[in-house]
C-alpha cells in the first residue's frame, strides 16, 4: 500500500510542499481580501483565489502525493477540482444577483439600474 | 529529508487553512449584510474542503477524499438555496 | 441509441475515477452512463452543437494561463491593501451571441477569473453587467474579453 514518507523522492516532497503551500497562501490572502475590501461587489472577487488556485494547487499536491505514495496512478482529485470550477460561477452569479436586486429594491445609487425600465422581468 | 519537508508543510498548511476560516468566520459574524454572511459560509466550506485534502495528504488515507467531495457538494446546494431564498423569499416555489 | 455521448462517456469516466480502472467497473460504468443518457433524454433539453470542438483545448490553455495571471495580479492587489487607488467598477458589457451554451460557458470563465465577475444578463439588450475589480479602462476590458474568448465562443459554438 503506502509507502512510508521518510521513502519519498526529494522531489516529490519538494513539489508536494510548493504546491500545498502556494495553494494554502493564495485562499488565505483572498479570505484576507474577503475581510478588508469595503464593498460587496469588491468582496466578491476575494473568494475566486481559494476556489481557482486554492483548490488547484492542493489537489496537484494530492494527486502527487498519492500517485508517488502508491505507486500507481491517482487523480481522482481532479473531480474535486472540475466540481468547484463548474459549481463556484453558479453560487456567485445567483448570489450577485441577489444582491443587486437587494440594493436596487432599496435604491442604493452606486448601483447600476436596470437598463429597460418597466419592461418585463427577465426570465429565470 | 523528505519527510520534514512533507511534515512542516502539511502542518503549515492546515494551520493557514485553519487561520484562514477564522477569518472567513469573522466576516460571516460581522456581516454587515446577508449576502456577504453567505459568500463567508461558501469560502468556510471551500477551506474546510481543502483541510480535509490536507488531512488526507498528513494521513496517507483516501478516506479522506469522498468527505471532501460531500462537503463541496452539500455546500454548493446550501448556497444556491440561500442565494434563492435572498432573491425571492423562499426556497421552493 | 445514444442520446447524450459526452455525458455518458464523462459519467463512466468519473465512475472509474472514483472506484477504480477495472472492467468490472467499466461495465458498471457504462451502464450508469446509459441510464442517465436515456433519463436525461426524456427531459428533452436543448442539445449542444460544437461546431469546432478542436479549438476548446485552446480555449481551456487560455483560460488556465489567464486564471493563474490574474490570480497573482489580485493577491498583489489585496496585499497592497489601502495603498491603491479605488479603482472598482460596473462594466457593461455588449455580446453578439445569443446561444445559451456560449454564454454559460463565457460565464464561467469570466466568474471564475479573479478579478471580474458575471452580474447579470439582459437577453433582450444583448448585454452582461459585469463587476471588475482592477478597473482601468472600459474600453480594454470589453475589447480583452471580446478578442480573448468571444470569438473563440463564437468560432465553437455558431
Known amino acids: 500500500m503506502m509507502q512510508p514518507i521518510s521513502d519519498f523522492p526529494l522531489w516529490a516532497a519538494i513539489a508536494v510542499a510548493v504546491f500545498l503551500l502556494l495553494g494554502a497562501i493564495l485562499t ?14 469588491e468582496r466578491l472577487h476575494a473568494p475566486t483565489l481559494g476556489t ?9 499536491a494530492s494527486m502527487i502525493f498519492f500517485t508517488v505514495g502508491t505507486e500507481r496512478y491517482v487523480i481522482h482529485e481532479i473531480l474535486i477540482g472540475v466540481f468547484v470550477t463548474v459549481t463556484t460561477p453558479i453560487t456567485f452569479m445567483l448570489l450577485a444577483r441577489a444582491a443587486l436586486h437587494r440594493d436596487r429594491a432599496e435604491g442604493d445609487q452606486q448601483v447600476p439600474h436596470k437598463m429597460d425600465l418597466g419592461g418585463t422581468r427577465d426570465a429565470d | 529529508m523528505s519527510a520534514i519537508i512533507l511534515l512542516t508543510a502539511v502542518s503549515l498548511a492546515q494551520l493557514i487553512f485553519a487561520l484562514a476560516m477564522v477569518i472567513a468566520s469573522v466576516r460571516m459574524l460581522r456581516g454587515p449584510r446577508a449576502q456577504d454572511r453567505i459568500i463567508a459560509l461558501d469560502t468556510l466550506y471551500i477551506n474546510a474542503m481543502l483541510l480535509l485534502v490536507t488531512f488526507g495528504i498528513g494521513t496517507g488515507r483516501t478516506a479522506y477524499f469522498e468527505a471532501a467531495l460531500v462537503i463541496g457538494m452539500l455546500g454548493f446546494v446550501a448556497t444556491v438555496a440561500m442565494a434563492k431564498f435572498l432573491m425571492r423569499g423562499e426556497v421552493i416555489e | 441509441m445514444l442520446p447524450f455521448p459526452i455525458l455518458t462517456f464523462c459519467l463512466m469516466i468519473m465512475w472509474m475515477l472514483l472506484n477504480g480502472f477495472t472492467l468490472g467497473h467499466l461495465i458498471l460504468g457504462s451502464l450508469v452512463g446509459f441510464v442517465a443518457g436515456w433519463a436525461l433524454a426524456s427531459l428533452r433539453p436543448e442539445k449542444p452543437r460544437l461546431k469546432k470542438w478542436y479549438l476548446l483545448p485552446k480555449l481551456a490553455a487560455i483560460v488556465i494561463v489567464d486564471i493563474v495571471r490574474s490570480n497573482f495580479s489580485v493577491a498583489r492587489l489585496i496585499v497592497m491593501g489601502k495603498k491603491r ?16 451554451f456560449a454564454l454559460a460557458v463565457l460565464a464561467v470563465i469570466l466568474t471564475s477569473t479573479p478579478g471580474s465577475a458575471w452580474l447579470e444578463y439582459d437577453s433582450r439588450n444583448k448585454t452582461v453587467l ?21 470569438v473563440l465562443l463564437l468560432e465553437i459554438f455558431e
Open chain 3, 85 to 100: 487607488p479605488n479603482s472598482s467598477g460596473f462594466i457593461l458589457l455588449p455580446v453578439q451571441t445569443e446561444n445559451p
Open chain 1, 28 to 41: 488565505l490572502i483572498g479570505t484576507i481580501g474577503f475581510l478588508r475590501l469595503p464593498s460587496f461587489y
Open chain 1, 52 to 60: 481557482s488556485w486554492g483548490v488547484g494547487g492542493t489537489m496537484v
Open chain 3, 130 to 150: 459585469l463587476h471588475v475589480l482592477d478597473f482601468i479602462d472600459r474600453d480594454e476590458w470589453v475589447a480583452m474579453i471580446k478578442n480573448r474568448y468571444e
